[in-house]
């Protein structure tokens, strides 16, 4: 996002300086020197001042710069030097954007109290300018920041006045914003109907704005509202138009993700046959993507499912398999929780000298 060079007026009083009258007479050429030396300095002083800002507003772009790309350390180093010049040159407009930027460079880095911080300082300086654009985003900023601190009133009275203020001047992205952090907000006090009913209306303009990113983001929060309702046929088709536009925006990461929330739904359904499938699909992401949590996840999965169809010579299969990558990562937590499935499985097929020898094998991990 391009930054326009910023203009500060500034008064310069210049003195003029002694003549010595002796080394004039007879000769004009010494007040030629004299009277550049004046100008130079007012030049050099403009020049200065150009040279501040251009500065100021450099550092503030590549401080956007690397908070695109998740640098956000870096980001924030160039953004104090920016307001630093700001600061000097008293310019409210330049020091109002960069503690705006430096509050979702703090909240990116998840240091909440101070992008509180940064945003409220911000919000003056865009207050007392009218801008009401700014305020937009500042407000959502602050909203969320509030909501990680588990300040839900706080987060919800400042996502409805980014709404207010989002819909007054006609900004579409910042009233999706808005009402997706509404959302947000909701679900995280509980109210998962309330949450909806936002995130419903954020997807609508979402689907307008043709923003892909986005509409993802929004039904994945859409998704989670529904099965944390227990409603897991709805949560379902909220992650199926997921996948679609994860395989569309060829994110296979993404997508394992997806997968593994749907492998999750179908199985709160009941359905352990698409269950598997889920996880099936998971499996071969995570292959290709050489994602060993993720493979031992799906594998997980996999197992559990068909435990419950009764399927015990599958699961074990599967457990199997898992059992492998644990101790590859060296995961313990991971390693007694597959023995404790294997001697169940085991159990429940009547070979309990092989129940025993996982339970055994369990306990020793267990001591270590």
């Known amino acids: 996002m391009p930054f326009s060079n910023l203009q500060t007026e500034q008064s310069y009083n210049q003195g003029v300086p002694d003549l010595n009258p002796d080394a004039a007479i007879g000769s004009r050429e010494t007040l030629v020197p004299i009277a550049r030396s004046q100008s130079s300095q007012v030049a050099n002083a403009v020049n200065q001042l150009a040279a ?44 109002g954007k960069v503690l705006s930027y430096m ?25 007392q300018a009218g801008d009401r654009w700014s305020a937009v985003k500042i407000l959502s900023t602050l909203g969320n920041a509030y909501r990680h601190l588990k300040d839900a009133n706080r987060a919800i009275e400042c996502q409805l006045q980014s709404l207010t203020l989002a819909r007054e001047v006609g900004d579409r992205s910042g009233e999706m914003a808005a009402l997706n952090n509404l959302g947000l907000a909701y ?29 993802e983001q ?33 994110d296979l990461r993404l997508e394992a993700q997806i997968l593994r929330h749907l492998s999750n739904a179908y199985y709160a359904l009941g359905d352990y046959g698409r269950s598997i499938q889920a996880a099936e ?16 996840q799906a ?24 059992l492998a990558i644990a101790r590859h990562l060296q995961d313990w937590r991971i390693e007694e929780q597959v023995l404790g499935s294997l001697k169940v499985a085991y159990y429940a097929l009547g070979d309990y000298l092989k129940a025993t020898e996982y339970a055994n094998q369990r306990q020793n991990l267990m001591r270590r």
Do not use: P
Request: glycine share 6%; net charge negative.
């Open 299 to 322: 594998l997980g999965s996999m197992a559990i499912a068909y435990d419950s169809l009764g399927n015990y010579a599958k699961a074990i299969d599967y457990y199997q398999q898992r």
């Open 103 to 127: 509050g979702l460079t703090v909240y990116s880095l998840k240091h909440y109290s101070k992008a509180i911080e940064y945003a409220q300082a911000a919000l003056v300086f865009a207050d």
């Open 218 to 250: 929004i039904l994945k929060n859409l998704g989670n509202a529904c099965y944390a309702l227990g409603n897991y046929g709805k949560a379902i088709a909220y992650y199926e138009r997921r996948l679609k536009l994860a395989v569309d925006l060829e």
């Open 52 to 95: 501040s800002q251009q500065q100021a507003v450099q550092w503030l772009n590549q401080g956007y710069e690397h908070y695109q790309v998740g640098q956000y350390e870096a980001a924030l180093e160039v953004l104090k030097q920016s307001y630093a010049i700001y600061l000097q040159l008293e310019d409210a407009e330049g020091q």
């Open 281 to 296: 699909q998971r499996l071969k992401v995570s292959q290709l993507l050489h994602d060993l949590r993720a493979e031992e």
């Open 187 to 215: 679900k995280a006090v509980g109210q998962c109907e309330q949450a909806i009913v936002y995130e419903e209306q954020s997807l609508e303009i979402a689907c307008q704005l043709q923003d892909r990113q986005i509409e």
